[in-house]
């Protein structure tokens, strides 16, 4: 069965310093991997996908994500964490069900970036 | 472009009542609509998958008759929720999805999601 897992209820940070927020997955075949935003009361907001190619994927506002697959991980990075970056962060992961491409979403994390 | 809208953002009614959520892609034509509920602090769950002019496809354990949803055009989809209860409440977001061809020749289905709507069920 296609699962994904976001281990990190909430992670806090220093802005300024690096982040890292995690997700595992597991899907059958080649994986196509996502990274929301959410902020309060809004809709998602796209950050980056993996679907083929490099596995250091490049996305909004400074965000990378690197696909391992070895270790069925995708973390979400970013060098030095703005304040602004608070919000609650889904990973998710595309699979083909009964002829539609489906998303299934991780639970969220939630990062607190402090002054 | 790509823009998915829904409306309304915010909506309360009374128990026992029925309600018309909207989603609209604004500016494509959407092969397939997606609608999902998040509960409060809580992922988003995928409720039904809709193609326009076809029955919706609904995942295990959403009530078909409870949650009617109407893929009208390539433009739009509904999504009504019929005698509401207060455990309907809940955030709803729609999302739209369209083929874009990839550098490679690859084929791929973008989901675009709405900015959802807040139900109040009283």
């Known amino acids: 069965a296609q699962s994904v897992a976001q281990p990190e209820d909430q992670v806090n940070v220093a802005e300024g310093n690096p982040l890292t927020v995690k997700c595992t997955y597991s899907v059958s075949g080649n994986p196509y991997l996502f990274w929301y935003v959410q902020y309060p009361n809004r809709g998602l907001q796209f950050l980056l996908k993996?679907?083929?190619?490099?596995?250091l994927v490049k996305g909004s506002y400074g965000f990378e994500a690197e696909f391992n697959k070895s270790q069925t991980s995708f973390h979400l990075k970013k060098p030095s964490a703005l304040v602004s970056d608070s919000a609650l962060y889904f990973c998710a992961v595309r699979f083909n069900s009964g002829g539609y491409n489906k998303l299934i979403f991780g639970a969220g994390t939630r990062l607190a970036v402090h002054p | 472009g790509a823009v998915v809208s829904q409306h309304p953002s915010r909506v309360i009614c009374k128990s026992g009542t029925s309600v018309k959520i909207e989603c609209r892609s604004l500016d494509f034509q959407a092969t397939t609509m997606f609608w999902y509920r998040q509960f409060p602090k809580k992922s988003l769950m995928l409720m039904a998958t809709?193609?326009?002019?076809?029955?919706?496809?609904?995942e295990q354990g959403v009530e078909k008759d409870k949650f009617l949803i109407n893929h009208a055009s390539l433009t739009l989809s509904t999504l009504t929720v019929t005698s509401a209860h207060p455990e309907d409440s809940s955030f709803y977001i729609c999302?739209?999805?369209?083929?874009?061809?990839?550098?490679?020749?690859?084929?791929?289905?973008?989901?675009?999601f709405g900015p959802g709507t807040r139900l109040t069920v009283t």
């Open positions: 999302s739209a999805s369209m083929p874009k061809i990839l550098a490679g020749g690859i084929t791929f289905h973008e989901q675009y």
């Open positions: 809709s193609n326009e002019g076809s029955k919706a496809t609904y």
């Open positions: 993996y679907i083929t190619g490099d596995n």
